[in-house]
């Protein structure tokens, strides 16, 4: 395996010129740097990016932390956060917290212990006031999730609105006896999504009931079970909101297997318009996040911020959402088509 010093005695210059090349510091001639990076092709050598990173005090690395990867949300998010990162010549390493507190705070140790350049928060279970101190290590951002009081850039669409735009659908669909359904330990987001939800309600002079509330459904099998307890407990609820799709699609599919017929018999909102959404019998009505342009306008925040340490003041970037109609809400006796 070749060495630097073998680059050295190859391009005919000191080790310490070569090394000037590799760390891409001044002083070197463009004809010295071109014998240099062709001694480096001929021998193969490939240099110690770990040891470069050492000296720069540089990890070119960014965290990301959020609830679960097998959420399609979030592994859309990463491969676009992966994706815009390379660009700039950062990796991204994915740290799941399942929702725990002790996971969170000690992979927000990586950004204390130097690991990681930056932290990006696609969710948050502690208090703010326990994670603002990591700011002294390193900037964070807020992706998807946000929180009023936190004073970092923020990248997000508006939650309430989007739930907010959903329940009123249901309600313009007849429903009256509206489920609401969301997943995980209640967050800033979470919170946000439930005030839009009762605003719809209270415009059509209805109230939230709690009874009608069920807090811990966040994949298909738990939408299998919300069905269940639907069936079971509630069968006069004529309408759900769910916080997933994949919630919604375990839903659709058990109420199927009972013999209800969706919508007349129940009418479904999902959330995120996951690949899923499209594929059940019906087709599921859901909120389609930017992911996307939230992606990308968070990598780059985050490395501006590294790039400019304090130059930047803590926006909130909130981007538009959009409810896509389908037919788990069209009920026959209002469709127009």
Known sequence: MATIEDVAKLAG????TVSRVINDQPY????????????????????NSSARRLRSQKTETIAVLLPRLTNPFFGNLIEAMEEKASEWGY????????DSKKKEMDYLQLLKTKQVDGVILASL????????????????????????????????MDHK????????????????QICYVTGGPESHL???????????????????????????????????KVFHMINNE???????????????AGLIYEAASSDWVIPEDLAVVGFDNQMVSLLMVPSVTTVEQPVKQMADKTVEVLIQQLLHPGALAPNRYVYPHQLLVRNSTKRKKLSIQ
Not at 30 to 43: F, G, N, S, T, V
Not at 129 to 153: H, Q, R, T, W
Not at 161 to 176: F, K, N, V
Request: net charge negative; hydrophobic share 40%; proline share 4%.
């Open 13 to 16: 210059l000191s080790r310490t």
């Open 190 to 224: 979470s919170r946000k999504r439930k005030e839009g939800f009762i605003k719809a309600l209270n415009e059509f002079g209805l109230h939230f009931e709690e009874n009608l509330s069920i807090d811990w459904a966040i994949n298909v099998s738990d939408g299998q």
């Open 28 to 47: 070197v001639t463009d004809e010295k740097r071109q014998r240099i990076i062709q001694a480096m092709d001929d021998l193969g050598y490939v240099p």
């Open 161 to 176: 609105q989007a739930a907010y735009d959903a329940t009123i659908h249901l309600l313009e669909q007849d429903c009256r």
């Open 234 to 248: 509630l069968p006069h609820v004529d309408g759900v909101f769910t916080g997933s799709d994949e919630v919604a």
């Open 125 to 156: 279970v502690n208090d703010w006031k326990d994670v603002e101190p990591f700011l002294e290590s390193g900037p964070i951002v807020f992706c998807n999730e946000y929180m009023d009081k936190a004073c970092i850039p923020m990248v997000h």
């Open 91 to 98: 990796q991204v390493i994915v740290c799941q917290t399942h």
